[in-house]
Nanobody, 122 residues
Framework: VQLQASGGGLVQAGGSLKLSCTASGRTYTTYAMGWFRQAPGKEREFVATISWGGATTYYADPVKGRFAISRDNADRSTVYLQMNSLKPGDTGVYYC???????????????WGPGTLVTVSS
């Protein structure tokens, strides 16, 4: 499975960005997708995940109410992360991940994308 993320960039605090990630290659029949991030000097952390059908989502506490994960209804191989009210603490490399279901994606996703950099200036 190949995952390709895009949409990162530089934004001022309080602004918004939308990341997208598309899966290709050989995958499960149905699969969950999600996002992680890694800030400079810190460990990679879970951000959000969504089930195949989109009915189930989970968010890390720091992003609840500000970030929204969704899947393209026409093409379920694509997932989005809408990030609002961004803070400097949201700065980091954002990685797309995929797995058989949301619990696996939250903990030990088997598939990772190369990441996209998000920088939030104060």
């Amino acid at each position: 499975v190949q995952l390709q993320a895009s949409g990162g960039g530089l934004v001022q605090a309080g602004g918004s960005l939308k990341l997208s990630c598309t899966a290709s290659g050989r995958t499960y029949t149905t699969y969950a997708m999600g996002w992680f991030r890694q800030a400079p000097g810190k460990e990679r952390e879970f951000v959000a995940t969504i089930s195949w059908g989109g009915a189930t989502t989970y968010y890390a506490d720091p992003v609840k109410g500000r970030f929204a994960i969704s899947r393209d209804n026409a093409d379920r191989s694509t997932v989005y992360l809408q990030m609002n009210s961004l803070k400097p603490g949201d700065t980091g490399v954002y990685y797309c991940a995929a797995g058989s279901e949301t619990q696996q994606v939250r903990t030990t996703p088997p598939f990772w994308g190369p990441g996209t950099l998000v920088t939030v200036s104060s």
